[in-house]
């Protein structure tokens, strides 16, 4: 993956008797690959709710004292990585609003309208501190609920115009939301009895959980002390991002029956049989790119073989290096093996290039490192379009296939040559049709229509 980041990650939990905290700290702990800005957990014990969050990881944010401090008997959890509004503590989640019926969110999304929620809430004087779409969902949610959080839902979730997977808790109730299109999963699972959310399937495993069913797009489940209850609130129109099923979930998550790390090599399996090479190695860029890897070289019958050795504390740091380490840019996260490389004719895979700078690094160390030729495979199609859906890839200008040509990419990178798989041979892949997902960072078929008065960015809100 070329400098596309993450997003967010939300995990919810209600288990009585149990130490949601704790539970809830383990998965986020798991989906920490989908944001490493932030971390908070909320917790309500029935008479009030509790919120911590601060900057940094997981296992940063959270220590036991903070953990024994959060108790209660229902749990709502956030990681995230800064789509909409910028990277600071106040734009963290979970947003708590408190008041005579208090409740947080956590969200994983992006609005398309969050503009004129904010507008239309400001205008009855209520007071937006952040920059982030989740507290202006957050605060209409609030000025309207009551006493019966569905019906409130029912009420302002038409609203909401976007990608949304939101978590709501309560006093008594964890509620799990997925908007109409399903652009952001979520599951359900089952734990001692009770009932758990998550964003993927890996946050069920780590606590033991075991998996139920996927929440439905336009759905909404509350659980409570009755059990588990469900109301479709939209006609639902499947639209699951595809980019889940190419690169952010954890290879083992599953979607479905079928783990990630399986659909990613079929993706390289069918990326092998439309373009095929004369080649010694399939070296992946790691670690995006190793299932992929592996699909083409049992499908083009080519020997597999690490080449590219990854620095895996190489992220997060508030230790910032100097301009000579900047400079040296990916090296400081990969090595090259030139035992292996050296004189050979390489097939290199990874998931996607977006903006160029990183694959043209990695190709430039696998020729110092003496490889005689270095065939680009990527298994996606060219990301030419922005997403206004909660990637990180808001302005086309960013997008190197928004304004250069597959053979223009190539001379940029300097490969021998460059084949991206097809959105066919993707959606084949998948096993689904272009109205099972959506595709637009592919095709530039956006299923939600973006309003053309606004340019949607991280910024929109400041």
Known sequence: MDDLKEYCGVFGIYSPNSDVARLTYFGLFALQHRGQESAGIAVSDRKDIVCYKDMGLVSQVFDEKILNIL?????????????????????????????????????????VNSLDIKKELEEKGIKISGTVDTEVMAKKIALYYK????????????????????????????IGVRDPYGIRPLVLGKFNGSYVLSSET?????????????????????????????????????????????????????FGTRLAHEIRQEMGRILAQESP?????????????IPAAIGYAQQARIPFSEGLIKNRY?????????????????RL??????????????????DSIVRGTTSRQIVNLLREAGAKEIHMRVSSPPTSYPCFYGIDTAERGQLISAYKSI????????????????????LRACRGGAESFCTACFTGDYCIPIPQDIKVTKGILE
């Open 202 to 254: 890996c946050g069920l495993d780590i606590i033991g959980a075991k998996f139920i069913r996927e929440i439905e797009p336009g759905e909404i489940v509350v659980i409570d002390e009755e059990g588990i209850k469900s109301t479709t609130f939209a006609q639902p129109d499947p639209r699951l991002c595809i980019f889940e099923l190419v690169y952010f979930a954890r290879p083992d998550s599953k």
């Open 277 to 289: 090479v004369d080649a010694d190695l399939v070296i992946p860029i790691p670690d995006s790119g």
């Open 314 to 330: 190489v992220g997060r740091t508030f230790i910032q290096p100097d301009q000579r380490l900047r400079e040296l840019g990916v």
């Open 407 to 426: 053979e223009e990419v190539r001379k940029y990178i300097g490969s021998d040559t460059l084949r991206y798989l097809s959105v066919e041979g993707l």
């Open 147 to 174: 006493n019966d959080i569905l019906s409130t839902l029912l009420e302002v979730l038409p609203s909401f115009q976007g990608a949304y997977t939101m978590l709501v808790l309560t006093r008594d109730k964890l």
């Open 71 to 111: 108790k209660g008997d229902i749990a709502i959890g956030h990681v995230r990585y800064s789509t909409t509004g910028s990277s600071t503590e106040l734009n963290a989640q979970p947003m708590l609003v408190s008041g005579e019926n208090p409740i947080a969110i956590a969200h994983n999304g992006n609005l």
């Open 333 to 350: 996260k990969l090595n090259p093996l030139k035992e292996v490389i050296e004189g050979k004719r390489i097939v290199l895979v990874d």
